[in-house]
């Protein structure tokens, strides 16, 4: 009886490393191309190059925010400019340690991660944490997000 109690579980053992799902590794490689993409897309970003922004933009964006729902590409550059022209200039950081790269099998790569918007407003420093999730998709080697989910505001 005891073999047999043995042999159960040993077989429940087996089976449930058998079922236990395979993550694809991320290669240095990748994790390097996607963090180098989120540096220069933020450092058109942070010094308001809206024309070198929407390089890194599919025209087939779709942005998903908490609070403020789906948003396409055309409206997502409409508020950029209106809030490159607020008084005060956003900048952005991606926050040290926070970023996770997953790569996409024949599509591109999933970035996952949390950054910081900083800026002065009525003489005091606003500071706002969130956290983000960008799909890229890879293309003749140019490399563009097609979804955006930004959530935690």
């Known amino acids: 009886m005891k073999i047999l109690a ?19 590794h991320t290669s240095r490689q990748l994790y390097n191309t996607i963090r180098t993409q989120d540096s220069l897309l933020f450092a058109a970003f942070n010094s ?6 929407k390089t890194f933009f599919s025209r087939k964006l779709e942005w998903f925010q908490d609070n403020g729902g789906l948003i ?5 550059f409409s508020n950029f400019a209106q809030m490159y022209t607020r008084p005060y200039k ?4 991606l926050q040290l340690g926070s970023l996770e790269v997953h790569p996409i099998k ?5 970035e996952i991660g949390t950054h910081q918007f900083k800026h002065i407003e009525n003489g005091k420093l606003e500071i706002g944490t969130f956290k983000f999730l960008m799909i890229w998709k890879v293309t003749n080697g140019q ?3 097609t979804r955006v989910v930004s959530y935690g505001h």
């Open 6 to 24: 043995l042999l159960l579980a040993i077989s429940f053992v087996f089976s449930v490393y058998a079922q236990e799902k395979k993550v694809s």
């Open 48 to 53: 308001q190059n809206l024309p070198l922004m």
């Open 72 to 76: 396409t590409y055309d409206t997502v």
């Open 90 to 93: 956003l900048t952005r950081t």
């Open 106 to 110: 024949d599509y591109g790569a999933i």
């Open 143 to 145: 490399w563009q997000i």
